[in-house]
């Protein structure tokens, strides 16, 4: 009994010393050691009796196949946790400090712990989930770790256009928006290309025979090109703005970008940034924001009654 003792001593200093170094204290050791120690008491355990009752360990053993099922429910717990922490450690699933989603469980936090039967997680509202080890191997899960080693968060994030709004532009908004340095290549393209196009049509009599262009069209052309000059976004990433299926809350204009930071308070800042600029720029190309009326658009239509 001493000398097993001072084996679980030995491997909880082993264990110590591991987490130390940073490739060992991101495995899940600590269950893979508790699977060790469990595997080790049973046959101590076995050995003891052996002697009490003075009959070879091989006969005790054999003996308990015929207590195989029970063993298998009493053990189910272990045993599970120590394939499950095996197979996550082998196959790179999880580790020490990885962002874990798993909304089965409401765990959306770190990683803090890897034991034999349980995951600890540390919720970003500091509460602590527990997770049954071989949970994490039976159903799915989100680990952000990728996200992290990448160098970029991703933004997906849209806002409502007005559909009234949308319309063609004329002579002296062309003129007028000719003048933003990041439309100005834009404009100058595409004008020469309209020009060309309704020049082979040659029919202008109807406006549905010509190409023009429109204020929703030229107001996506200056945000992506306001992204790819922001000095916060990924260009070696995807992104592009682009519209979504319109509906009852008007016409989704979608912005899909990454930051060059994974920081969760600048990146939340620099999307911050990129929508304030966003809202405050829309009325520049003759478009509206789409939102549901509030008590304040209730009252001024109630007053507008009463006169």
Do not use: C
């Not at 080890?133 to 806002?159: C, E, H, P, Q, Y």
């Not at 200056?222 to 016409?251: C, S």
């Amino acid at each position: 009994m001493y000398a097993l003792l001072s084996v679980f001593s030995l491997l909880d200093v082993i264990l110590n010393l591991a987490q130390k170094f940073p490739a060992a204290s991101q495995l899940p050791l600590k269950g893979i050691f508790q699977g060790i120690k469990l595997i080790g008491a049973i046959l101590v355990g076995i050995l003891m009796i052996s002697l009490l009752i003075g009959q070879s360990p091989a006969i005790l053993i054999s003996g308990l196949g015929a207590m195989a099922a029970v063993l298998m429910l009493v053990f189910k717990d272990p045993i599970l946790g120590l394939v499950a922490g095996i197979q996550l450690s082998a196959n790179d699933m999880l580790k020490l400090g990885d962002w874990l989603e798993m909304p089965k469980y409401g765990a959306d936090g770190a990683v803090i712990d890897i034991g034999l039967t349980t995951v600890k997680v540390r919720n970003w509202d500091n509460t602590i989930t527990t997770i049954p080890t071989w949970s994490l191997v039976s159903d799915s899960f989100k680990n952000w770790s990728g996200m992290s080693a990448s160098g970029g968060r991703r933004i997906k994030r849209s806002i409502s256009i007005d559909v009234t709004s949308i319309r063609f532009l004329d002579e002296d908004e062309m003129q007028r928006l000719n003048k933003a340095h990041l439309l100005k290549p834009y404009l100058t393209s595409r004008h020469q290309e309209i020009n060309e196009w309704n020049r082979q049509q040659g029919s202008t009599e109807s406006i549905l025979n010509l190409r023009r262009m429109t204020n929703i069209g030229t107001f996506r052309a200056y945000l992506n090109e306001y992204l790819r000059n922001h000095p916060r976004i990924r260009k070696d990433m995807t992104l592009m703005v682009r519209q979504l299926a319109p509906g009852d809350n008007g016409l989704p204009l979608e912005i899909y970008a990454f930051t060059n930071t994974v920081v969760w308070l600048e990146y939340e800042s620099i999307q911050a940034d990129i929508f304030d600029h966003i809202f405050a720029i829309v009325e520049e190309f003759g478009l509206r924001l789409h939102q549901s009326p509030t008590g304040n658009d209730i009252r001024s239509l109630a007053g507008a009654f009463k006169q």
